[in-house]
């Protein structure tokens, strides 16, 4: 059991690293929903390597942490953000928008059907989309 709880340690470590990285990255912002002056969190974006990497983290607020955790939670109009954040230029932040708007699209928003229509994701990005499922 330690040598599972050293693991996560030293994997929270290497992610603590990337901090200063994602804020200049965010502009100090939530990079799924623009949120500013709350309390921001990385988080790795599914599937997780067994080496973290910066390219596989998005720097969130609570909000958005909450609701990417626990599906059940989801408020749909939080999520309206994702307009923006669809056209990101950092690919992690686009596979995360295209993830949930899938779910929300499914969810029978249509809002979310429609954006989802207008995304033409590259294959890499599309595959990467497809590696939740």
């Known amino acids: 059991m330690a040598k599972g ?6 994997r929270l470590m ?3 690293r990337y ?3 994602l804020v200049r990255r965010s502009g100090a912002k939530c990079e799924l929903c623009e949120a500013t002056n ?3 969190s990385i988080f790795e974006v599914p599937p997780v390597e067994v080496e973290p990497h910066i390219d596989d983290c998005i720097f969130i607020c609570e909000t958005c942490k909450e609701q990417l955790e626990n599906p059940k939670r ?6 309206r953000c994702l307009n923006n954040t669809l056209w990101s230029d950092v690919p992690v932040v686009q596979v995360i928008a295209l993830r949930m ?3 929300l699209a499914d969810a029978g928003e249509f809002w979310a059907e429609e954006l989802l229509g207008m995304a033409y994701p590259s294959d890499e990005i599309s595959n990467w989309v497809a590696m939740a499922d």
Do not use: F, G, I
């Open 74 to 79: 989801v408020d749909s109009n939080h999520w």
């Open 38 to 40: 709350v309390k921001l």
């Open 101 to 103: 708007l899938k779910k």
């Open 19 to 21: 901090a200063k990285d």
């Open 14 to 16: 290497t992610l603590s």
């Open 5 to 10: 709880y050293e693991k996560n340690q030293e």
